[in-house]
């Protein structure tokens, strides 16, 4: 089973951006995926820095994966999109069905990203088709919904053509909004925001009255408030996943992953999560409780 470390979901200063995946390339990761895929008004770093950054890791040993935005609202963001498509080395993590249509006419080999509706054999037959290699299952599909799926893909004669992947560590993107939240909460326009989403390089927690954190404001992205985590689930997962995504929000992350790859190797000994964490739709649950 392989690990991988996902995007950066917020938006954080160059600099940090470049300081993070300096620790990235001798992590344990071994795969990386990188880019901008909240906000195309997050310019730290423009389209080709991140195309140059991505192929630097790539010559460092990793498998570097160019991940494209979640919700496309203007002509600037499918140029954009057409950057990253026709980089001309590195595969591609489709966010966006507009992505999977400019990867398979180009021929391109791509990934289905979680922000991707993609729920059944069915579609995933389509999209190995136009070329994807590996699916991300979206968060909040249970282990149940893809041992369906597995099964159904096995009658297809499609399992062997692509590799599954799951969201196993982070605060979990759940929905995206032509509305930005993060400038709502500071009383600005969403044209007007002044890129205030990077004073919260972890996001901005909003909690109930009676103080729970419920969901994490990113921008035009809604996440958890409570922290997913499926270490302690890693042998319902033998033979059904593989590859495993750790979901940055710190250089914490790093550190997670090593936990991670401890399980893999089996070295790791299971602890309760805490009251922060949660492990819901893995079990047909709630998605924000725990399954202790």
């Not at 192929?55 to 919700?71: C, F, N, P, R, T």
Request: hydrophobic residues 40%.
């Amino acid at each position: 089973m392989k690990l991988s470390l996902g995007p950066v979901l917020y938006y954080w200063p160059k600099q940090s951006i470049n300081d993070f995946y300096d620790q990235a390339v001798t992590s344990d990761a071994d795969i990386i995926y990188l880019g901008e895929t909240v906000c195309s008004k997050r310019r730290e770093l423009k389209t080709r820095d991140w195309i140059e950054l991505a192929k630097s890791l790539s010559q460092q040993g990793k498998e570097v994966v160019l991940s494209s935005m979640a919700l496309l609202e203007a002509p600037s963001e499918i140029k954009i999109l057409q950057q990253l498509c026709n980089n001309g080395e590195l595969s591609v993590e489709a966010n966006d069905v507009g992505a999977i249509q400019l990867l398979h006419e180009q021929k391109v080999p791509f990934t289905c990203g979680p922000a991707i509706n993609c729920y059944n054999a069915s579609v995933l037959k389509l999209f190995v088709n136009k070329g994807m290699q590996r699916w991300v299952m979206p968060v909040e599909l249970s282990r149940d919904w893809l041992v369906k799926v597995v099964e159904d893909c096995l009658t297809l004669g499609i399992r062997e053509q692509f590799e599954i992947e799951v969201f196993a560590h982070g605060f979990m993107p759940l929905a995206y909004s032509a509305r930005c939240f993060t400038a709502r909460s500071e009383n600005k326009a969403k044209d007007d925001c002044e890129l205030c989403c990077i004073k919260y390089p972890q996001g901005r927690p909003t909690t109930t009255q009676e103080d729970q954190q419920v969901f994490i404001l990113n921008g035009i992205q809604t996440q958890s408030g409570s922290c997913y985590n499926l270490i302690n689930d890693m042998s319902s997962m033998q033979g059904l996943v593989d590859i495993l995504r750790i979901s940055p929000s710190s250089t914490q992350a790093f550190e997670v992953l090593k936990q991670f790859r401890d399980a893999v190797t089996g070295h790791h000994i299971k602890e309760a999560l805490s009251h922060q964490e949660c492990n819901g739709f893995w079990h047909k649950i709630a998605g924000l409780d725990t399954l202790r």
